[in-house]
C-alpha cells in the first residue's frame, strides 16, 4: 500500500523475506507476532495525536518516528549475511539499542548547544549508533544502493572531497561537524524529509490502510469489472481503471501491480489477451499509481515543500495529466483487443449500480471527505485524520462494518506498510544533507546546463537518463528527492528561458529587464529595440551569463510564470522518475506482473516499457505547454493534444487502430501523432488531428466491412 512496499521490492534479495520473518518472529514464544502488531497499534495512535495536537516539536516527532519505525524494521526485516539469518533475540536488541540511541541524542539537544555545539563520548556513539542503524535498515530492506551512496556521502564532505578533480573538490568538514548536522541539520535525519514521512506521508498511509481495511480494495476491481468487462478488450480495461482507482489510495506500484494483477492478468490471459502483454499492461498501469492524485506515493508531499507550493494545488493539476497517462495505457488495450478480436468475458461481474449500492460508501464518503477538506482550506495532515474517522463510519452503510478489532487491524496494517518509508526516507536525510553542505546539487545543475548547451529538451534527455540510473537501486521517492535537488534548479532555469523567448519574440519584455543584459552585451539595447525572431531569441539568451538571466527573470517573469516553472521542473522529475519500474534491465513493477502471468521477465519489461509512452510524452508537454499552469481552456488543450497525439503514436507503434494499417499509413499515423505532440505549432496540431481522426474513421469503415464480409460467409 505504500513506497515502503515499493523500496522492499527494489531488491532481489529481499523476494523472500516475507517467509523468512514468519519463521523469525515465530522463532520464540515469547515474542509472537501480536507483540509487533502491539507495537504497531501503539506508534500509529502516536502519530495521530502528535499530528493532530501539533504540540510535539519536528525533532522529537521524527526522532520517536524513527526510533520506532527502527524497532518494528529490526523485528519485520531480520539481519541475513548470506545463509546466516539472526535469532530474534538479536534482531529485538538490535531494535532497542537504535531506538534508544535515537531518543538519547534528541534528548541530549539543549546540553550539546550549552556545551557550545560540542559532542561529548556519549553524544559520539549514540550519534554513530543511529547513523549505523539507518544504514543498516536500509540495507536489509533497499539493498546496498541507498547505503553505499550514504557512505560515499558522508566520505566525501568528511575528508574523500579533498581528492577529487575540478569543482568537485571539496576540502571537508570535520567529523563533528559533520555527525552534529546530519542528525540536527534541517536537511539532516530528523529535519525537512523525517518531518515529511512523519506527518504527511504517514497519515496518508494510514488513510489508505483503513481503506483497505474497510474493502475498498474489492469496491475497486468489482467496479472497475462493472464498468469495463464487457467491453471490448474488457479486462485489460479492468486493469487500467482497477490501477488507476487503486492509485487514488495507494502510491506504490509494485504493491499495486501484485494486489490488482492477481485478478487482472488471469481475466486478460483468459479472454484472449497474450500473457506478456497482459503483464506489461498491468505493470504500466501500476506505474501510474504513484501518478494518480490524491496520495502520489510520497513524492506529492516531498514535492509541496520542497517547492512550498501548497499540496492542493499540486493534486489538482496532476489530475488531469495522470488520466492521459491512463489513456495511453488503454489506447493500447483497445489496438491490441482488435487486433486479436478479444470481446468482453466478464459475464459474473454484476452491475455497476449493485456495486456502487455494496461497497460504494466504504470508498467514495472517506475520499470526497478528504477531497472536501483540501478544497475548503484544511491541512493534509487534518484531512486525513477527518478521512480515517469518515472510513469507520462509512464502513457501517455497508456489509464490512468496522468494529474495534477491525480498528486496531487497521492500526497495525498501517504501522506496518510504514516502515520502510519511514527508514528510506530518514536515510536519505543523510545524502541530502551532504548535497546542502557542500553545494554539489549547484555544481551538478550548471553541468547539466553547460552539457545541454541551454538546450531544454537535450536537458530532458539527460535527466531521464539520469532517473533510470538512479531507479535502478534506488526507490521511485528516494530517486525522486535525489534527482530534484540534484538537477531542479537547472530545469527550472531553462523552463524560464523559453518564457523569456516568448517575451522576446513578441516584442514585450518589461523596460526594467532590459538594463541587465548590458552587462553582458553593450548593444543589448539596439537587439532589444524590436521583437525577434525565436532563432535569434534562443541564440540571444543563450549568449549570457547565467547570472545575468537570473536578474532578469526576477524582473521580467510574473511570480506566478516562475511557480510553474518551479513546478513544472520537479512534476517533470518526478515523472521520469518513474520509468525505471517499467524500463529494463531493472523494472521491478514489470518483473512483478512478470511472475504472475508466468511470462519472460526482460520480454515482459520490454512490453512495459512499450505500454508507458505516456511517461516520456507527458513531461514534454509539461516543458513547453501550459499544462501545469494554463487557463481551463489552455489546459484541456494540452490535455486533448496528449490524447489524440498518443493514440496515433500507439498505432504507429502497433500498426493497428480499428482495422490493420498498412506501411504508408502507419508512417502516416506516425507523423500525425507527432505534429499534434509538437508544442507552439496550433495550425500543424489542427492538422495532425485531423489526419488522426481522418484515420480512424477509414478504419472503423474496414472494420465494418471485414465483419460484415465475416457475417456473409
Not at 551512496?149 to 574523500?160: D, E, G, K, P, T
Not at 468487462?229 to 480495461?237: K, Q, W
Not at 545524502?431 to 553545494?439: D, K, S, Y
Not at 538546450?455 to 534506488?474: F, H, Q
Request: hydrophobic residues 55%.
Amino acid at each position: 500500500m505504500s513506497e515502503a512496499q515499493d523500496a522492499s521490492e527494489q531488491a532481489a534479495p529481499q523476494k523472500d523475506v516475507d517467509g523468512e520473518v514468519e519463521t523469525h518472529v515465530r522463532s520464540l514464544v515469547s515474542w509472537p507476532a501480536r507483540v509487533f502488531a502491539a507495537c504497531g497499534i501503539a506508534i500509529s495512535l502516536f502519530h495521530i495525536w502528535a499530528n493532530i495536537d501539533g504540540r510535539v516539536s519536528t525533532l522529537w516527532l521524527v526522532g520517536i518516528h524513527f526510533a520506532g519505525f527502527a524497532f518494528l524494521a529490526c523485528l519485520r526485516y531480520p539481519m541475513k549475511i548470506g545463509r546466516f539469518v539472526a535469532p530474534l533475540w538479536l534482531d529485538a536488541i538490535t531494535g532497542v539499542v537504535i531506538a534508544g540511541a535515537t531518543l538519547f541524542i534528541i534528548g541530549s539537544e539543549t546540553a550539546i548547544y550549552a556545551q557550545g555545539v560540542r559532542l561529548s563520548p556519549e553524544h559520539w556513539v549514540a550519534g554513530i549508533l543511529v547513523i549505523l542503524g539507518a544504514i543498516e535498515l536500509t540495507r536489509r530492506t533497499t539493498g546496498p544502493i541507498i547505503p553505499v551512496l550514504i557512505v560515499l556521502a558522508l566520505s566525501y564532505v568528511s575528508f574523500l572531497g579533498a581528492y577529487a578533480p575540478g569543482v568537485f573538490r571539496f576540502a571537508g568538514l570535520s567529523y563533528e561537524t559533520v555527525l552534529f548536522r546530519s542528525i540536527f541539520a534541517d536537511e539532516g535525519m530528523f529535519g525537512t524529509i523525517g518531518r515529511i514521512s512523519a506527518s504527511f506521508v504517514f497519515m496518508f498511509i494510514l488513510f489508505g490502510a483503513f481503506l483497505v481495511r474497510s474493502g475498498a480494495g474489492d469496491f475497486i476491481i468489482d467496479l472497475a469489472r462493472a464498468l469495463a468487462g464487457r467491453l471490448v478488450g474488457g479486462p485489460g480495461f479492468v486493469a487500467v481503471f482497477a490501477s488507476g482507482l487503486t492509485g487514488t489510495i495507494s502510491g506504490s506500484a509494485v504493491a499495486n501491480t501484485v494486489s490488482t494483477g492477481v485478478i487482472t492478468i488471469p481475466l486478460m490471459k483468459k479472454s484472449g489477451f497474450p500473457p506478456r502483454f497482459a503483464a506489461g499492461v498491468e505493470a504500466a498501469a501500476s506505474t501510474g499509481g504513484q501518478l494518480m492524485p490524491p496520495i502520489m506515493g510520497a513524492g506529492a508531499f516531498v514535492m509541496a515543500s520542497n517547492t512550498q507550493i501548497p499540496y492542493l494545488d499540486i493534486v489538482a493539476v496532476a489530475t488531469l495529466p495522470a488520466i492521459a497517462y491512463f489513456l495511453t495505457v488503454a489506447f493500447f488495450v483497445r489496438i491490441e483487443a482488435k487486433k486479436h478480436h478479444i470481446v468482453g468475458v466478464d459475464d459474473e461481474s454484476r452491475s455497476a449500480w449493485e456495486v456502487l449500492k455494496a461497497g460504494g460508501p466504504a470508498f467514495l464518503v472517506p475520499v470526497a471527505t478528504l477531497i472536501g477538506l483540501l478544497i475548503y482550506g484544511f491541512t493534509p495532515v487534518y484531512a486525513a485524520g477527518w478521512a480515517i474517522l469518515s472510513v469507520v463510519a462509512a464502513s457501517w452503510l455497508t456489509k464490512n462494518r468496522m468494529g474495534p478489532k477491525a480498528i486496531l487491524e487497521a492500526l497495525a496494517l498501517g504501522a506496518q506498510n510504514m516502515i520502510m518509508t519511514a527508514v528510506l526516507l530518514i536515510a536519505v536525510g543523510l545524502i541530502v544533507n551532504v548535497i546542502a553542505m557542500t553545494g554539489i546539487g549547484n555544481t551538478f545543475s550548471l553541468m547539466i546546463a553547460e552539457w545541454a548547451g541551454g538546450n531544454l529538451l537535450i536537458a530532458l534527455l539527460l535527466i531521464a537518463l539520469a532517473s533510470l540510473v538512479l531507479g535502478m537501486g534506488l526507490p521511485v521517492t528516494a530517486a525522486y528527492i535525489v534527482l530534484a535537488t540534484l538537477s531542479a534548479p537547472a530545469l527550472q532555469g531553462m523552463i524560464e528561458n523559453g518564457y523569456l523567448v516568448d517575451l522576446l519574440t513578441s516584442g514585450t519584455l518589461p523596460e526594467a529587464a532590459r538594463g541587465p543584459f548590458l552587462l553582458a552585451d553593450p548593444e543589448a539595447m539596439t537587439k532589444l529595440a524590436a521583437p525577434m525572431s525565436r532563432e535569434a531569441a534562443n541564440a540571444f539568451i543563450a549568449a549570457a551569463p547565467a547570472e545575468v538571466l537570473r536578474l532578469v527573470h526576477g524582473q521580467a517573469l510574473d511570480p506566478a510564470l516562475i511557480t510553474a516553472a518551479l513546478l513544472s521542473a520537479h512534476m517533470i522529475i518526478f515523472w521520469l522518475s518513474q520509468d525505471s519500474n517499467v524500463t529494463p534491465p531493472v523494472c521491478l513493477t514489470a518483473f512483478a506482473a512478470a511472475a504472475i502471468a508466468r511470462t519472460p521477465h526482460m520480454a515482459t519489461g520490454m512490453t512495459a516499457w512499450k505500454l508507458a509512452k505516456g511517461l516520456y510524452i507527458v513531461p514534454i508537454l509539461f516543458a513547453y505547454t501550459p499544462f501545469l499552469h494554463g487557463s481551463v481552456p489552455e489546459v484541456l488543450l494540452v490535455f486533448a493534444q496528449a490524447v489524440i497525439g498518443s493514440y496515433a503514436v500507439g498505432a504507429a507503434f502497433e500498426g493497428y487502430m480499428e482495422a490493420p494499417l498498412a506501411w504508408p499509413l502507419r508512417l502516416l499515423a506516425g507523423v500525425a501523432g507527432v505534429v499534434v505532440l509538437w508544442p507552439g505549432l496550433p495550425v500543424a496540431t489542427a492538422i495532425g488531428a485531423a489526419m488522426t481522426f481522418a484515420l480512424l474513421l477509414w478504419t472503423i469503415r474496414l472494420d465494418r466491412r471485414g465483419r460484415a464480409a465475416e457475417a456473409l460467409a
